[in-house]
């Protein structure tokens, strides 16, 4: 059966999860990271893609992008992502897939979820008990977006910069964001409209979207097909 084209939209920002193959490592240390986040700077201006929140897992990556065009994450993710599996192969003396398939992703609606969305992004890290707090944790956007740290990968969303006039405001209010956690069903909703690959949002943006598309924007109840 062929597998459902994703939904994309020029402009609306996409939860991008890509993961190692059969659940391995894809960074076995620091280098390989900061390797990856090089083929990733270069690559998101090619492509026309901008980035706001990301982080490095042992062995799945997450991104929050925004892509100029229909079609450009597909083409950066596969571009950067061939890349740094040569790089990796090399490096390690290693041959096969690094990544498992295709790389999941799902349309965010910028209205609440986008800030949920990224704060689920730099929580993983404390959700998979590696630190106590994410700014504990190196390989995210959180030292940039709650702590004013540079990052040239990052392009700040509207919805980010609506948290103030300034780059501190902003950062010091995005950082009393994560003083309370995310509710159980707000997680459990963004990993399923991610799993599924669908859009996360309010009622009126999944109707958008399915106008555009002409395809099913909503996640589907278990043990009913996807689509």
């Known amino acids: 059966m062929a597998r459902p084209p994703r ?13 190692g193959n059969n659940r391995l490592p894809c960074f076995l240390d620091d280098d390989d990271r900061q390797r990856y986040l090089q083929f990733l700077r270069r690559s998101l201006p090619r492509f026309g893609c901008r980035l706001h929140a990301y982080v490095l897992m042992s062995n799945h990556t997450h991104l929050l992008l925004t ?43 910028s209205d609440r979820y986008f800030l949920a969305c990224s704060r689920y992004i730099e929580l993983n890290p404390v959700r998979a008990w590696m630190v106590a707090h994410p700014s504990d944790y190196p390989w995210s956007s959180h030292g940039a977006n709650a702590d004013g740290c540079a990052d040239t990968l990052l392009t700040p969303h509207s919805e980010y910069l609506a948290l103030g006039p300034d780059a501190s405001t902003r950062a010091a209010n995005y950082r009393a964001l994560f003083d309370e956690a995310l509710p159980d069903h707000l997680v459990a909703e963004i990993r399923s409209y991610l799993h599924q690959q669908k859009a996360l949002g309010t009622d009126r943006f999944r109707s958008w979207v399915e106008e555009r598309t002409g395809r099913f924007a909503a996640v589907r109840p278990a043990g009913r097909p996807t689509g």
């Open 7 to 19: 939904h994309d939209i020029a402009d609306i920002p996409q939860h991008v999860v890509q993961r």
């Open 67 to 109: 892509p100029g065009e229909p079609g450009a994450i597909s083409r950066l993710m596969h571009a950067f992502g061939r890349n740094f599996a040569s790089y990796f192969n090399d490096r390690h003396g290693r041959t096969g897939t690094l990544w498992e398939g295709r790389y999941k992703a799902c349309l965010v609606d």
